[in-house]
């Protein structure tokens, strides 16, 4: 596969990738990249999450994708609605509608000081994200500021759930998608404390998600 150029954070903002205009790098990582992207189709501005590594071949690119689309499945109040997930030039995307917020970064940026209970209340809707995707064998594997999404009420969301899988294709064994012919919806019985415990499936392995 011809490796494509990726847009960096000294690129014009009003270059085309595809049909959307990148406006602004939200934020990136050795993982993963965010840009605010403007979406002619439906006139309205969208984040586009990609991984910093190009899939290595057709397989890859397909083994990304299945795994992208079995995350946007679920659907938690935590969890950021994917909009689309794509490919442009080989380059695979998750694009989620602007109007469900900011990213962290944005809001730390403007707010350096948030008082200590907001933070608190943050984290635990990020646990409660988090703890919900690991259940269904869905880990982030990049969480970073700008993937963590913040709203006009305060409530936060984790969007770009597997992105940077590229990293793991030529050695992570099939993973089963039995579930992929419904969404998978949150309900109190599917995060019940009685749950039995399961392995750790981000990296690193020692997180705090209170289903691992």
């Not at 406006?23 to 309205?44: E, N, V």
């Not at 970064?105 to 990020?126: F, M, T």
């Not at 919900?132 to 700008?146: I, K, N, R, T, Y």
């Amino acid at each position: 596969m011809v490796a494509h150029a990726l847009p960096t954070a000294n690129t014009n903002p009003s270059r085309a990738f595809g049909r959307f205009e990148l406006r602004q790098l939200l934020g990136k990582s050795a993982g993963t990249m965010a840009w605010l992207a403007f979406d002619p189709t439906g006139g309205h501005e969208v984040m586009l999450t990609m991984p910093r590594v190009q899939p290595p071949d057709a397989a890859g690119l397909e083994h990304w994708l299945r795994d992208a689309r079995f995350a946007a499945r679920l659907d938690h109040p935590n969890l950021a609605p994917a909009a689309e997930v794509g490919v442009q030039d080989h380059w695979p995307f998750i694009a989620v509608d602007r109007v469900h917020g900011v990213t962290l970064k944005e809001w730390v940026a403007g707010h350096p000081k948030p008082p200590a209970d907001e933070v608190v209340g943050w984290l635990c809707d990020l646990l409660q994200g988090l703890a919900f995707a690991h259940e269904a064998g869905v880990p982030h594997l990049d969480l970073q500021l700008h993937n963590v999404l913040i709203d006009e009420r305060g409530s936060v969301r984790v969007m770009a759930l597997a992105v940077p899988a590229t990293a793991r294709v030529r050695s992570a064994p099939p993973r089963s998608h039995a579930r992929t012919s419904a969404r998978w919806r949150w309900t109190p019985a599917n995060c019940a404390p009685s749950a039995p415990p399961r392995p750790a499936t981000c990296w690193p392995a020692a997180c705090y998600c209170t289903t691992c």
